[in-house]
């Protein structure tokens, strides 16, 4: 196996795609591209990296196993940190907000994996995580204006009674998400009583996007 296959499997084990695999790394998609064509291998630190993302188990080629082995050993006692993405696309709470129709990194935090590991356990993925500015008091007392959001985007389907944000007629929201089991309506609710809420019809519910799931404020607390 070729260190081009091998990376392309691991990113495909994580079920990941070339973008959302250069943000965990805060690398440029075309870098990955570039690895998976041959055209110049990743640092043994990107690799390190891409199996702290992926969790892929195989050991990479040409390399003994016990020194791989060893190597990760040391590489993971001293590397405990992640950087997520702030996105700056126009994520506000309340009446929603139109949709710019391009989404920039604004700048990255670091989070420790084992932070994350302990307050966000079910996470489809690292690589998956980003974080939103929550702008007004819609969703209080869940979490408040000037909190930064934690956004799992690796859920893209909506199984109710969480926080989503979503895309829905050319505007972006988040809110909490009720469905009915019996009819199977969907209500878009505010936790705060002051702000409204609002049903998604049937017909809406076909063109809804669903963006992530919402899983920390960064107030010191789960969302879900």
């Not at 997520?84 to 309340?94: I, K, S, T």
């Not at 489809?124 to 980003?130: P, R």
């Given at each position: 196996m070729e260190i081009s296959d091998w990376?392309?499997?691991a990113r495909e084990f994580a079920g990941l795609t070339q973008?959302?695999?250069?943000?965990?790394?805060?690398?440029?998609?075309?870098?990955?591209?570039?690895?998976?064509?041959?055209?110049?291998?990743?640092s043994f630190d990107n690799l390190i990296k891409i199996i702290s993302v992926t969790g892929y188990p195989e050991p990479l080629p040409g390399l003994p196993l016990e020194l791989w082995q060893a190597r990760l050993d040391a590489e993971e006692a001293k590397q405990n940190e992640i950087y997520?993405?702030?996105?700056?696309?126009?994520?506000?709470?309340?009446y929603g907000?139109?949709?710019p129709g391009i989404e920039l990194v604004a700048e990255r935090i670091r989070f420790t994996r084992s932070f994350i590991r302990s307050e966000m356990p079910h996470i489809?993925?690292?690589?998956?995580?980003?974080l939103l500015p929550h702008a007004d008091s819609s969703m209080e007392p869940t979490f408040s204006a000037g909190n930064l959001l934690v956004v799992d985007r690796g859920v893209n389907d909506m199984k109710g009674n969480a926080v989503y944000a979503f895309r829905l007629q050319g505007q972006v929201f988040v809110k909490r998400i009720v469905r009915n089991p019996i009819t199977m309506s969907i209500t878009a609710k505010s936790d705060n009583e002051l702000h409204g809420s609002f049903e998604i019809e049937p017909a809406q519910a076909e063109s809804l996007e669903v963006l992530g799931m919402i899983v920390y404020a960064m107030?010191?607390?789960r969302v879900q």
């Open positions: 990376v392309r499997n973008p959302q695999l250069g943000d965990a790394l805060g690398i440029s998609k075309q870098n990955i591209s570039a690895w998976e064509r041959e055209r110049h291998e990743p997520l993405p702030v996105r700056n696309a126009a994520f506000e709470l309340g907000t139109d949709d489809t993925s690292l690589a998956n995580l980003s107030r010191g607390k």
